[in-house]
């Protein structure tokens, strides 16, 4: 199971403050990166990121990757190219091959996605003392101009708790649909919560919700109405009950 997800963050139309630089991850910043993954990250399993961490900087698997790092640059000398937010993606080459091959098709028929590539949002975060500048907005713009130069992409996807109501705002403004619910999909601080899988469509692609997704939520919406009902009467019998009792004690 997949246990990366982009952190909550509000949709933002400004371009970030002229402070905020952008440039590609180095294996530098490797201590600063473990530092934040393990602040903005707290989900997952038992899986070290290092490993990962250290190999994608190595520029091991470069032409699979696009890494973007943001730099705040009037913070004091020792600070000032010290990461901030960043966003890591791989690129999956067989699009038929992915968890999303029942949700695209790429032009006419979805038998031309056997040579059609996917780009995967392995992690997008920003610390929170920098959110709400539109460095998130930033980040996903550019990673899908990445994807959309990729002539074999049809889309960019991502996970996201399904709580996380920023998060989604955001990727729903940037045309990301929600294709599938993942139920019990990220273990968090002893909780399992949903996950919500999206996608980006690129290069004449067109994006489909699985039916299963589309039944889950009418009934995950009933249920919700339904039980908002019978708390509404609770309530109402618990006060009738309570007024009938001062009554009795009034009387007596």
């Known amino acids: 199971m ?11 139309n400004q371009p970030p403050p002229p402070e905020i630089r952008f440039r590609p991850l180095l294996l530098s910043d490797l201590a600063t990166l473990l530092h934040i993954h393990a602040k903005i990250f707290p989900h997952g399993n038992d899986e070290d990121p290092s ?3 250290e190999q994608m900087l190595s520029n091991e698997d470069s032409d699979k990757m696009m890494t973007l790092g943001a730099v705040d640059s009037s913070r004091p000398d020792d600070k000032s190219d010290e990461i901030i937010g960043y966003v890591v993606t791989t690129k999956i080459v067989n699009a038929s091959d992915s968890e999303l091959a029942d949700n695209i098709v790429a032009g006419e028929s979805s038998d031309k996605l ?3 590539s996917l780009v995967y949002v392995m992690w997008l975060g920003v610390l929170e003392a920098y959110r709400n500048r539109g460095i998130g907005t930033y980040l996903m713009k550019e990673v899908i101009e990445y994807a959309s130069k990729i002539p074999t992409c049809v889309g960019i996807y991502l996970h996201a708790v399904a709580e996380n109501k920023a998060a989604i705002k955001l990727y729903k403004k ?3 649909k929600c294709v599938r619910r993942l139920r019990n999909y ?8 949903d996950g919500l899988l999206f996608v980006h469509c690129l290069n004449g692609a067109r994006c489909y919700r699985s039916p299963k997704y589309i039944f889950v939520n009418i ?6 109405l339904m039980l908002g009902h019978v708390r509404s009467g609770l309530k109402s019998a618990g006060t009738r009950l309570r007024k009938i009792k001062q009554e009795r004690q009034h009387r007596s």
């Open 51 to 53: 490993l990962f961490y």
């Open 174 to 176: 940037m045309k990301f």
């Open 2 to 12: 997949t246990t990366t997800m982009a952190t909550s963050t509000k949709v933002h």
């Open 219 to 224: 009934f995950i919406d009933v249920v919700t």
């Open 186 to 193: 990220y273990p968090i601080n002893g909780k399992l919560y």
């Open 114 to 116: 056997d040579n059609k």
